[in-house]
């Protein structure tokens, strides 16, 4: 598989990349059906997310649907088209910081400096904590 194309994640002045998937759990319930356009996005869209007062946010989304619709946020969401509390997720958010430790050609398997991980309840950040993951060698590319 190749290494995917990850959502991107605004938190505490951040633009982090998010290689985690919050949309999935309201998407297997719904009949929206994405199209891939590229082996590196296999679900097909790219959403932007943000944290704001300790909630997580869907703010933005691109992608199409199999049919050629280009999908927004009213497209899922009637009525949001600012953005939508993501209330359905339940999870760990995995933010990964620093510089490539070594790259993996799969999912979001690639190791960096730290990663960033961000626990969530129902929409509601719950807790945070960053693992260190090692040392960059000299003139390594950051993530």
């Not at 490539?100 to 945070?128: M, N, P, R």
């Amino acid at each position: 598989m190749t290494a995917q194309v990850s959502e991107q994640l605004s938190y505490k002045g951040e633009s982090l990349s998010l290689c985690s998937n919050p949309l999935s759990p309201f998407l297997i319930n719904s009949d929206f059906d994405f199209q891939s356009t590229s082996t590196a996005c296999w679900r097909g869209y790219v959403g932007y997310w943000s944290i704001e007062d300790n909630h997580l946010y869907l703010k933005h989304i691109s992608g199409h649907l199999k049919n050629g619709q280009l999908v927004t946020l009213e497209t899922l969401f009637p009525g949001f088209p600012n953005g939508v509390f993501a209330h359905w997720y339940t999870g760990e958010l995995r933010c990964p910081r620093g510089s490539l430790l070594k790259y993996v050609h799969g999912g979001y398997a690639s190791q960096y400096e730290e990663d960033l991980f961000i626990s969530i309840e129902k929409g509601v950040v719950t807790s945070e904590k960053i693992i260190r993951n090692g040392n960059p060698e000299k003139d390594a590319p950051k993530g």
